[in-house]
Protein backbone atom coordinates (compact mmCIF):
# COMPACT_ATOMS: atom_id res chain seq x y z
CA UNK A 1 0.00 0.00 0.00
CA UNK A 2 2.37 3.07 -1.03
CA UNK A 3 1.81 5.69 1.16
CA UNK A 4 0.87 8.63 -1.37
CA UNK A 5 -1.74 6.53 -2.52
CA UNK A 6 -3.83 6.57 1.14
CA UNK A 7 -7.12 8.37 0.78
CA UNK A 8 -10.57 7.53 2.71
CA UNK A 9 -12.06 5.75 -0.34
CA UNK A 10 -8.77 3.53 -1.29
CA UNK A 11 -8.44 2.76 2.21
CA UNK A 12 -11.49 1.82 3.13
CA UNK A 13 -12.00 -0.65 -0.16
CA UNK A 14 -8.54 -2.50 1.33
CA UNK A 15 -10.35 -2.79 5.08
CA UNK A 16 -12.83 -4.42 3.06
CA UNK A 17 -10.73 -7.18 1.24
CA UNK A 18 -8.18 -7.53 4.29
CA UNK A 19 -9.03 -5.85 8.16
CA UNK A 20 -4.91 -6.14 8.71
CA UNK A 21 -4.95 -3.40 6.52
CA UNK A 22 -5.55 -1.25 9.50
CA UNK A 23 -2.62 -1.84 10.84
CA UNK A 24 -0.22 -1.79 8.01
CA UNK A 25 -1.74 1.87 6.98
CA UNK A 26 -1.53 2.83 10.45
CA UNK A 27 2.13 1.77 10.94
CA UNK A 28 2.79 3.36 7.05
CA UNK A 29 1.62 6.80 8.98
CA UNK A 30 3.71 6.26 12.24
CA UNK A 31 7.11 5.50 10.60
CA UNK A 32 6.31 8.33 7.72
CA UNK A 33 5.71 11.18 10.78
CA UNK A 34 8.90 9.71 12.42
CA UNK A 35 10.70 10.04 8.69
CA UNK A 36 9.70 13.35 7.89
CA UNK A 37 7.91 15.53 10.90
CA UNK A 38 10.65 16.81 12.49
CA UNK A 39 11.25 18.81 8.82
CA UNK A 40 7.51 19.69 8.82
CA UNK A 41 6.32 20.00 12.76
CA UNK A 42 2.80 19.46 11.40
CA UNK A 43 1.91 17.36 14.87
CA UNK A 44 1.33 19.38 18.00
CA UNK A 45 0.87 15.90 19.52
CA UNK A 46 1.22 12.37 18.26
CA UNK A 47 2.31 9.12 20.37
CA UNK A 48 1.93 5.74 18.49
CA UNK A 49 0.17 4.19 21.92
CA UNK A 50 -2.84 6.24 21.86
CA UNK A 51 -4.09 4.35 18.64
CA UNK A 52 -2.79 0.94 18.94
CA UNK A 53 -5.21 0.11 21.49
CA UNK A 54 -8.52 0.88 19.00
CA UNK A 55 -6.08 -0.85 15.96
CA UNK A 56 -6.06 -3.94 17.75
CA UNK A 57 -9.82 -3.66 18.74
CA UNK A 58 -10.92 -2.89 15.07
CA UNK A 59 -9.02 -5.36 13.59
CA UNK A 60 -10.78 -8.07 15.44
CA UNK A 61 -14.27 -6.07 15.26
CA UNK A 62 -17.06 -8.92 13.52
CA UNK A 63 -20.08 -6.61 14.07
CA UNK A 64 -20.75 -5.93 10.58
CA UNK A 65 -22.97 -3.35 11.90
CA UNK A 66 -19.45 -1.66 13.00
CA UNK A 67 -17.43 -2.92 10.29
CA UNK A 68 -19.49 -0.96 7.33
CA UNK A 69 -19.13 2.50 8.83
CA UNK A 70 -17.98 4.81 6.30
CA UNK A 71 -14.89 5.34 8.54
CA UNK A 72 -14.40 1.87 10.02
CA UNK A 73 -10.63 1.89 10.19
CA UNK A 74 -9.38 5.21 9.25
CA UNK A 75 -7.36 7.35 11.18
CA UNK A 76 -8.05 11.17 11.20
CA UNK A 77 -5.78 13.27 12.71
CA UNK A 78 -7.36 16.84 14.17
CA UNK A 79 -6.59 20.44 14.49
CA UNK A 80 -5.38 21.40 17.86
CA UNK A 81 -8.53 23.61 19.33
CA UNK A 82 -11.46 20.44 18.90
CA UNK A 83 -11.15 19.22 22.26
CA UNK A 84 -10.93 15.04 23.00
CA UNK A 85 -11.50 12.85 26.34
CA UNK A 86 -8.12 12.39 27.78
CA UNK A 87 -5.95 14.47 25.33
CA UNK A 88 -3.69 17.31 25.91
CA UNK A 89 -6.25 20.29 23.92
CA UNK A 90 -3.76 23.13 24.11
CA UNK A 91 -5.37 25.55 21.13
CA UNK A 92 -0.86 25.74 20.34
CA UNK A 93 -0.70 28.23 23.36
CA UNK A 94 0.89 27.97 26.62
CA UNK A 95 -1.40 29.12 28.38
CA UNK A 96 -4.15 26.01 28.16
CA UNK A 97 -0.70 23.66 28.58
CA UNK A 98 -1.94 20.60 30.85
CA UNK A 99 -5.45 21.53 29.66
CA UNK A 100 -7.36 18.03 29.36
CA UNK A 101 -10.89 17.86 28.20
CA UNK A 102 -13.11 15.33 30.00
CA UNK A 103 -15.47 15.08 27.16
CA UNK A 104 -15.02 14.88 23.26
CA UNK A 105 -16.09 17.34 20.55
CA UNK A 106 -19.33 16.39 18.86
CA UNK A 107 -17.38 15.97 15.65
CA UNK A 108 -15.14 13.42 17.52
CA UNK A 109 -18.29 11.44 18.83
CA UNK A 110 -19.36 11.38 15.69
CA UNK A 111 -16.15 10.14 14.10
CA UNK A 112 -15.60 7.54 16.83
CA UNK A 113 -19.39 6.43 16.12
CA UNK A 114 -18.16 6.24 12.52
CA UNK A 115 -15.27 4.09 12.78
CA UNK A 116 -12.50 6.65 12.71
CA UNK A 117 -9.35 5.86 14.57
CA UNK A 118 -7.93 9.48 16.40
CA UNK A 119 -4.80 9.74 15.28
CA UNK A 120 -3.05 12.90 16.41
CA UNK A 121 -3.13 16.47 17.25
CA UNK A 122 -1.70 19.48 14.38
CA UNK A 123 -0.04 22.13 15.18
CA UNK A 124 -2.18 25.66 14.52
CA UNK A 125 -1.19 29.76 14.98
CA UNK A 126 -2.31 29.98 18.62
CA UNK A 127 -6.06 29.86 19.33
CA UNK A 128 -5.97 30.21 15.27
CA UNK A 129 -4.95 33.76 15.16
CA UNK A 130 -3.28 33.81 12.13
CA UNK A 131 -2.55 32.88 8.46
CA UNK A 132 0.40 31.21 8.85
CA UNK A 133 0.79 28.91 11.93
CA UNK A 134 3.97 30.76 13.08
CA UNK A 135 1.98 31.66 16.22
CA UNK A 136 2.18 28.47 18.04
CA UNK A 137 3.70 27.89 21.32
CA UNK A 138 4.97 24.84 19.68
CA UNK A 139 7.09 26.55 16.94
CA UNK A 140 6.00 27.23 13.22
CA UNK A 141 4.83 24.74 10.80
CA UNK A 142 7.00 24.26 7.62
CA UNK A 143 5.34 23.51 4.11
CA UNK A 144 6.45 20.31 2.57
CA UNK A 145 6.48 21.88 -1.01
CA UNK A 146 9.64 25.11 0.47
CA UNK A 147 10.43 23.93 4.17
CA UNK A 148 11.57 27.39 3.89
CA UNK A 149 7.78 28.54 3.42
CA UNK A 150 4.63 28.65 5.27
CA UNK A 151 1.94 26.42 4.99
CA UNK A 152 -0.96 28.98 5.87
CA UNK A 153 -3.17 28.94 8.72
CA UNK A 154 -4.27 28.80 11.28
CA UNK A 155 -5.13 24.82 10.39
CA UNK A 156 -1.05 24.97 8.84
CA UNK A 157 -0.27 21.45 10.17
CA UNK A 158 -3.76 19.87 9.49
CA UNK A 159 -3.12 20.65 5.74
CA UNK A 160 0.64 20.33 6.19
CA UNK A 161 0.31 16.62 7.68
CA UNK A 162 -1.88 15.92 4.75
CA UNK A 163 0.26 16.91 1.91
CA UNK A 164 3.11 15.53 3.32
CA UNK A 165 1.60 11.98 3.56
CA UNK A 166 1.54 12.19 7.27
CA UNK A 167 -2.19 11.64 7.25
CA UNK A 168 -4.52 10.50 5.19
CA UNK A 169 -7.01 13.31 6.29
CA UNK A 170 -7.34 15.24 9.32
CA UNK A 171 -9.96 18.14 10.52
CA UNK A 172 -9.44 21.93 11.10
CA UNK A 173 -11.66 25.01 12.16
CA UNK A 174 -12.56 28.01 9.46
CA UNK A 175 -12.90 31.39 10.82
CA UNK A 176 -11.73 33.58 8.09
CA UNK A 177 -10.18 30.72 5.34
CA UNK A 178 -8.06 28.87 8.14
CA UNK A 179 -9.09 25.59 6.42
CA UNK A 180 -8.66 26.77 2.69
CA UNK A 181 -5.77 29.06 2.90
CA UNK A 182 -3.43 26.37 3.53
CA UNK A 183 -4.97 24.08 1.49
CA UNK A 184 -4.32 25.93 -1.12
CA UNK A 185 -0.78 26.69 -0.30
CA UNK A 186 0.01 22.86 0.43
CA UNK A 187 -1.83 21.63 -2.71
CA UNK A 188 -4.96 19.84 -1.01
CA UNK A 189 -8.29 19.93 -0.42
CA UNK A 190 -10.16 22.16 2.10
CA UNK A 191 -13.83 22.56 3.15
CA UNK A 192 -15.63 25.17 5.03
CA UNK A 193 -19.14 24.00 5.19
CA UNK A 194 -21.88 26.18 5.55
CA UNK A 195 -22.26 28.00 9.46
CA UNK A 196 -24.53 25.60 11.11
CA UNK A 197 -23.85 22.72 9.18
CA UNK A 198 -21.67 21.26 11.27
CA UNK A 199 -21.38 21.46 15.57
CA UNK A 200 -19.30 23.54 16.96
CA UNK A 201 -19.92 21.95 20.39
CA UNK A 202 -16.41 20.92 21.54
CA UNK A 203 -14.14 23.72 19.19
CA UNK A 204 -12.55 26.15 21.46
CA UNK A 205 -14.23 29.22 19.87
CA UNK A 206 -12.40 32.04 18.19
CA UNK A 207 -15.25 33.78 16.56
CA UNK A 208 -18.33 31.67 17.38
CA UNK A 209 -20.43 33.50 14.41
CA UNK A 210 -17.73 32.52 12.01
CA UNK A 211 -16.23 29.45 13.31
CA UNK A 212 -16.95 26.33 11.37
CA UNK A 213 -14.86 22.74 11.24
CA UNK A 214 -14.22 21.52 8.27
CA UNK A 215 -11.97 18.59 6.59
CA UNK A 216 -8.83 18.61 4.81
CA UNK A 217 -8.19 15.57 2.24
CA UNK A 218 -5.99 14.56 -0.49
CA UNK A 219 -9.38 14.27 -3.16
CA UNK A 220 -12.80 16.28 -3.35
CA UNK A 221 -14.89 12.77 -2.62
CA UNK A 222 -13.00 11.78 0.40
CA UNK A 223 -13.44 15.54 1.38
CA UNK A 224 -17.09 14.73 0.91
CA UNK A 225 -17.03 11.28 2.77
CA UNK A 226 -15.49 13.49 5.89
CA UNK A 227 -18.21 15.93 5.67
CA UNK A 228 -21.06 13.51 5.65
CA UNK A 229 -20.07 12.18 8.66
CA UNK A 230 -19.33 15.25 10.85
CA UNK A 231 -22.64 17.07 9.53
CA UNK A 232 -25.78 17.18 11.37
CA UNK A 233 -27.85 19.11 13.89
CA UNK A 234 -26.72 19.02 17.29
CA UNK A 235 -28.89 20.04 19.96
CA UNK A 236 -25.91 21.52 22.37
CA UNK A 237 -24.40 24.23 19.55
CA UNK A 238 -27.64 26.55 19.70
CA UNK A 239 -26.08 27.55 16.28
CA UNK A 240 -26.57 24.26 14.73
CA UNK A 241 -28.64 24.38 12.22
CA UNK A 242 -31.86 21.45 12.37
CA UNK A 243 -31.50 21.17 8.55
CA UNK A 244 -31.31 17.56 6.34
CA UNK A 245 -27.82 16.47 5.49
CA UNK A 246 -27.62 14.94 1.81
CA UNK A 247 -25.01 12.13 0.61
CA UNK A 248 -22.87 14.70 -0.64
CA UNK A 249 -20.59 11.87 -2.51
CA UNK A 250 -23.28 11.66 -4.28
CA UNK A 251 -22.67 14.96 -5.66
CA UNK A 252 -19.18 14.05 -6.91
CA UNK A 253 -19.77 13.39 -10.95
CA UNK A 254 -18.14 14.33 -13.83
CA UNK A 255 -20.47 16.84 -14.99
CA UNK A 256 -20.73 20.38 -14.82
CA UNK A 257 -22.99 20.63 -18.32
CA UNK A 258 -25.26 23.89 -18.09
CA UNK A 259 -23.67 24.39 -14.65
CA UNK A 260 -23.73 28.69 -13.97
CA UNK A 261 -20.36 29.47 -12.89
CA UNK A 262 -19.53 33.58 -11.73
CA UNK A 263 -16.25 35.03 -11.69
CA UNK A 264 -16.19 37.83 -9.37
CA UNK A 265 -14.40 41.44 -11.06
CA UNK A 266 -13.51 42.12 -7.32
CA UNK A 267 -11.65 39.06 -6.77
CA UNK A 268 -9.20 39.83 -10.05
CA UNK A 269 -7.60 43.10 -8.35
CA UNK A 270 -3.97 44.73 -8.11
CA UNK A 271 -2.38 42.61 -5.65
CA UNK A 272 -3.34 39.17 -6.76
CA UNK A 273 0.13 37.43 -8.14
CA UNK A 274 0.29 37.26 -11.54
CA UNK A 275 0.18 33.54 -11.27
CA UNK A 276 -2.31 32.97 -9.40
CA UNK A 277 -4.73 34.61 -11.38
CA UNK A 278 -3.40 32.89 -14.24
CA UNK A 279 -4.43 29.46 -12.61
CA UNK A 280 -7.62 30.36 -11.59
CA UNK A 281 -8.47 31.82 -15.13
CA UNK A 282 -7.55 28.78 -16.68
CA UNK A 283 -9.61 26.92 -14.03
CA UNK A 284 -12.60 28.71 -15.42
CA UNK A 285 -11.50 28.06 -18.75
CA UNK A 286 -11.77 24.43 -18.35
CA UNK A 287 -15.22 24.21 -16.75
CA UNK A 288 -16.10 26.39 -19.88
CA UNK A 289 -14.84 23.54 -21.99
CA UNK A 290 -16.00 20.79 -19.56
CA UNK A 291 -20.18 22.83 -20.59
CA UNK A 292 -19.92 25.15 -17.59
CA UNK A 293 -21.50 28.56 -18.28
CA UNK A 294 -18.96 31.28 -17.10
CA UNK A 295 -20.09 34.64 -16.79
CA UNK A 296 -18.94 37.98 -15.00
CA UNK A 297 -20.30 38.90 -11.69
CA UNK A 298 -19.86 41.40 -9.30
CA UNK A 299 -19.80 41.37 -5.31
CA UNK A 300 -19.53 44.93 -4.49
CA UNK A 301 -18.90 45.57 -0.70
CA UNK A 302 -16.00 43.06 -1.27
CA UNK A 303 -13.77 45.85 -0.72
CA UNK A 304 -14.87 46.05 3.37
CA UNK A 305 -14.50 42.37 3.60
CA UNK A 306 -10.95 42.32 5.72
CA UNK A 307 -12.21 45.30 7.39
CA UNK A 308 -15.42 44.19 8.71
CA UNK A 309 -13.97 40.62 9.83
CA UNK A 310 -11.28 42.62 11.69
CA UNK A 311 -13.78 44.35 14.00
CA UNK A 312 -16.53 41.35 14.09
CA UNK A 313 -13.75 38.50 14.57
CA UNK A 314 -11.61 40.39 17.47
CA UNK A 315 -14.67 41.23 19.12
CA UNK A 316 -15.87 37.81 19.56
CA UNK A 317 -12.51 36.67 20.53
CA UNK A 318 -11.74 39.17 22.95
CA UNK A 319 -14.98 37.63 24.71
CA UNK A 320 -14.00 34.08 23.77
CA UNK A 321 -10.59 34.40 25.42
CA UNK A 322 -11.72 36.18 28.41
CA UNK A 323 -12.29 32.82 30.34
CA UNK A 324 -8.39 31.92 29.78
CA UNK A 325 -7.51 33.54 33.40
CA UNK A 326 -5.64 30.78 35.45
CA UNK A 327 -8.19 29.99 37.67
CA UNK A 328 -10.54 27.13 36.69
CA UNK A 329 -7.57 25.01 33.98
CA UNK A 330 -4.65 25.41 31.97
CA UNK A 331 -1.59 27.54 32.85
CA UNK A 332 -1.23 29.54 36.06
CA UNK A 333 1.46 32.16 36.40
CA UNK A 334 2.97 32.09 40.54
CA UNK A 335 1.37 35.54 42.43
CA UNK A 336 1.16 36.62 46.00
CA UNK A 337 -2.38 38.36 45.11
CA UNK A 338 -5.41 37.25 43.04
CA UNK A 339 -5.38 40.30 40.68
CA UNK A 340 -1.47 39.44 40.27
CA UNK A 341 -2.24 36.14 39.02
CA UNK A 342 -4.88 37.12 36.39
CA UNK A 343 -2.60 39.64 35.08
CA UNK A 344 0.75 37.44 35.21
CA UNK A 345 -0.98 34.54 33.80
CA UNK A 346 -2.55 36.23 30.62
CA UNK A 347 0.68 38.20 29.92
CA UNK A 348 3.09 35.06 30.06
CA UNK A 349 0.00 32.74 28.10
CA UNK A 350 -1.31 34.55 25.84
CA UNK A 351 0.96 35.23 22.39
CA UNK A 352 1.57 38.09 20.94
CA UNK A 353 -1.35 37.70 18.25
CA UNK A 354 -3.34 36.87 20.92
CA UNK A 355 -2.72 39.98 23.10
CA UNK A 356 -3.31 42.41 19.90
CA UNK A 357 -6.76 40.64 18.71
CA UNK A 358 -7.96 40.83 22.69
CA UNK A 359 -7.23 44.68 22.90
CA UNK A 360 -8.60 45.65 19.45
CA UNK A 361 -12.03 43.17 20.64
CA UNK A 362 -11.68 45.22 23.30
CA UNK A 363 -11.47 48.52 21.93
CA UNK A 364 -14.07 48.07 19.21
CA UNK A 365 -16.70 46.76 22.51
CA UNK A 366 -15.91 49.54 25.11
CA UNK A 367 -18.41 52.37 25.61
CA UNK A 368 -18.19 54.96 22.59
CA UNK A 369 -16.57 52.76 20.26
CA UNK A 370 -19.09 49.98 20.08
CA UNK A 371 -22.03 51.69 17.47
CA UNK A 372 -19.40 53.37 15.68
CA UNK A 373 -16.80 50.26 14.97
CA UNK A 374 -19.15 46.53 15.83
CA UNK A 375 -22.64 47.65 15.27
CA UNK A 376 -21.09 49.30 11.99
CA UNK A 377 -19.66 46.22 11.24
CA UNK A 378 -22.52 44.51 11.43
CA UNK A 379 -24.74 46.57 9.13
CA UNK A 380 -21.64 46.06 6.23
CA UNK A 381 -21.80 42.00 7.12
CA UNK A 382 -25.00 42.00 6.47
CA UNK A 383 -24.60 44.15 2.78
CA UNK A 384 -21.66 41.60 2.15
CA UNK A 385 -24.17 38.64 2.34
CA UNK A 386 -26.68 40.40 0.30
CA UNK A 387 -24.42 40.36 -1.85
CA UNK A 388 -23.74 36.55 -2.17
CA UNK A 389 -27.54 36.64 -1.89
CA UNK A 390 -28.60 38.70 -5.04
CA UNK A 391 -25.01 36.76 -6.85
CA UNK A 392 -26.88 33.21 -6.64
CA UNK A 393 -29.94 34.42 -8.46
CA UNK A 394 -27.81 34.95 -11.45
CA UNK A 395 -25.32 31.87 -10.70
CA UNK A 396 -24.97 28.53 -9.09
CA UNK A 397 -21.43 28.73 -8.12
CA UNK A 398 -19.17 31.42 -7.35
CA UNK A 399 -15.08 30.63 -8.41
CA UNK A 400 -12.24 33.05 -7.03
CA UNK A 401 -9.02 32.95 -5.69
CA UNK A 402 -7.87 31.36 -2.43
CA UNK A 403 -4.99 32.99 -1.50
CA UNK A 404 -3.73 36.35 -3.32
CA UNK A 405 -0.32 34.85 -3.50
CA UNK A 406 1.32 31.23 -3.37
CA UNK A 407 3.26 30.20 -0.33
CA UNK A 408 5.39 33.11 1.69
CA UNK A 409 8.43 33.00 3.49
CA UNK A 410 8.19 32.16 7.20
CA UNK A 411 9.12 35.31 9.22
CA UNK A 412 8.14 37.30 6.35
CA UNK A 413 5.29 38.79 7.32
CA UNK A 414 5.37 38.25 11.38
CA UNK A 415 6.29 42.13 11.69
CA UNK A 416 3.74 43.31 9.32
CA UNK A 417 0.44 42.61 10.87
CA UNK A 418 -1.49 43.90 8.14
CA UNK A 419 0.13 41.91 5.33
CA UNK A 420 -0.67 38.87 7.39
CA UNK A 421 -4.49 40.08 7.48
CA UNK A 422 -4.42 40.46 3.97
CA UNK A 423 -3.60 36.94 3.34
CA UNK A 424 -7.46 35.78 3.63
CA UNK A 425 -8.93 38.44 1.52
CA UNK A 426 -10.39 36.59 -0.75
CA UNK A 427 -11.74 33.79 2.33
CA UNK A 428 -13.31 36.05 4.85
CA UNK A 429 -16.38 37.53 3.02
CA UNK A 430 -17.95 33.29 3.14
CA UNK A 431 -17.29 33.43 6.67
CA UNK A 432 -19.45 36.45 6.62
CA UNK A 433 -22.03 35.39 5.12
CA UNK A 434 -21.77 31.71 6.41
CA UNK A 435 -21.88 30.09 2.55
CA UNK A 436 -19.96 26.99 2.13
CA UNK A 437 -16.77 26.95 0.12
CA UNK A 438 -13.88 24.32 -1.17
CA UNK A 439 -10.46 24.92 -1.69
CA UNK A 440 -8.91 22.54 -5.05
CA UNK A 441 -5.45 22.55 -6.11
CA UNK A 442 -5.48 24.13 -9.83
CA UNK A 443 -1.76 24.61 -10.38
CA UNK A 444 1.70 25.84 -9.74
CA UNK A 445 4.03 28.65 -10.00
CA UNK A 446 7.26 28.54 -11.60
CA UNK A 447 8.55 27.90 -8.14
CA UNK A 448 6.69 24.37 -7.86
CA UNK A 449 4.37 26.17 -5.04
CA UNK A 450 0.56 25.17 -5.32
CA UNK A 451 -1.98 27.63 -6.50
CA UNK A 452 -6.03 26.59 -4.98
CA UNK A 453 -9.04 27.64 -6.55
CA UNK A 454 -12.19 28.42 -4.85
CA UNK A 455 -15.96 27.11 -5.31
CA UNK A 456 -18.45 28.89 -3.00
CA UNK A 457 -21.88 28.16 -3.34
CA UNK A 458 -25.42 29.80 -1.51
CA UNK A 459 -26.25 28.23 2.35
CA UNK A 460 -26.59 24.62 2.56
CA UNK A 461 -25.89 24.12 -1.08
CA UNK A 462 -22.58 22.08 -0.21
CA UNK A 463 -23.88 19.60 -3.10
CA UNK A 464 -23.14 21.71 -6.18
CA UNK A 465 -20.07 22.99 -4.49
CA UNK A 466 -18.89 19.38 -4.55
CA UNK A 467 -20.19 18.29 -8.05
CA UNK A 468 -18.32 22.09 -9.74
CA UNK A 469 -14.86 20.82 -7.56
CA UNK A 470 -14.78 17.29 -8.20
CA UNK A 471 -15.21 17.47 -12.02
CA UNK A 472 -12.68 20.24 -12.28
CA UNK A 473 -10.33 18.16 -9.99
CA UNK A 474 -11.47 14.99 -11.87
CA UNK A 475 -10.36 17.16 -15.05
CA UNK A 476 -6.87 18.04 -14.27
CA UNK A 477 -4.62 16.39 -12.78
CA UNK A 478 -3.00 18.81 -10.17
CA UNK A 479 -3.89 16.71 -7.03
CA UNK A 480 -1.90 13.96 -8.12
CA UNK A 481 1.11 15.96 -7.55
CA UNK A 482 2.80 15.49 -4.42
CA UNK A 483 5.93 17.24 -2.59
CA UNK A 484 9.67 15.69 -1.97
CA UNK A 485 10.84 15.27 1.27
Not at 55 to 61: C, F, G, M, W
Not at 83 to 105: F, H, M, N, Q
Amino acid sequence: MPQGSLTIKGLREEIRKDRSAIRSACRLLSERIKTVDSKVRAYAAFDDARFEAEVERLTEEKDPSVTGKPLFGVPISLKDNLCVRGWETTCASRILKGYVPPYDATVIQKLRANGAIIFGKCNMDEFAFGSSTESSCYGPTANPWDLSRVPGGSSGGSAACVAADEAIAALGSDTGGSIRQPASLCGVVGVKPTYGRVSRYGLIAFGSSLDQIGPLAKTVEDAAILTNVISGHDPKDSTSANAAVPDFTRACVPDVKGLRVGLPKEYFVAGLDREVETAVRNAAEKLASMGAVVTDISLPHTEYAVAVYYIVAVAEASSNLGRFDGVQYGYRHPANQLLDMYFETRDHGFGSEAKRRILLGTFVLSAGYYDAYYLKGQKVRTLIKRDFDHAFKQVDVILTPVSPTPAFKIGERTQDPLAMYLSDIFTIPMNLAGIPAISVPCGFSKGNLPIGVQFAAKHFDEETMFRAAYAFEQGTDFHKRKPEL
